[in-house]
């Protein structure tokens, strides 16, 4: 059983930064991937950005690509979300997590076996 926790989220001005983080922890913890998703209300859940555990090649939905980085710490078993020029749009339900099938469908949250009770962003204009 892995457990994920988000922390980091909050509220910010249109054009400011956050840095959401998830540390998992629970049995030996080797999954192929962690990403980020997101949820607006009224809206499904969508792909934020992913990185390899081992490799660390990253992704990212075209929405976010050079606004937000993705990393990740495999000695602290984290992976973070370092997020700029926030826009009003980008607030959501932030949620890690995990992948151990090595799914190719990255963007599809379907595959993603461990989630995080998710973090609040919420970015005014």
């Known amino acids: 059983q892995v457990q994920l926790a988000e922390s980091g989220g909050g509220l910010v001005q249109a054009g400011g930064s956050l840095r959401l983080s998830c540390a998992a922890s629970?049995?030996?913890?080797?999954?192929?991937?962690l990403g980020w998703f997101r949820q607006a209300p009224g809206k499904e859940r969508e792909f934020v950005a992913a990185?390899?555990?081992?490799?660390?090649?990253?992704y990212y939905a075209d929405s976010v690509k050079d606004r937000f980085t993705i990393s990740r710490d495999n000695a602290k078993n984290t992976v973070y979300l370092q997020m700029s020029s926030l826009k009003p749009e980008d607030t959501a339900v932030y949620y890690c997590?995990?992948?151990?099938?090595?799914?190719?469908?990255?963007?599809?949250?379907?595959?993603?076996?461990?989630w995080g009770q998710g973090t609040q962003v919420t970015v005014s204009s």
């Open positions: 629970g049995r030996t913890f080797r999954p192929y991937a």
């Open positions: 990185i390899n555990w081992s490799g660390g090649v990253t």
């Open positions: 997590a995990a992948d151990f099938s090595n799914t190719p469908r990255l963007t599809d949250p379907s595959p993603w076996g461990s």
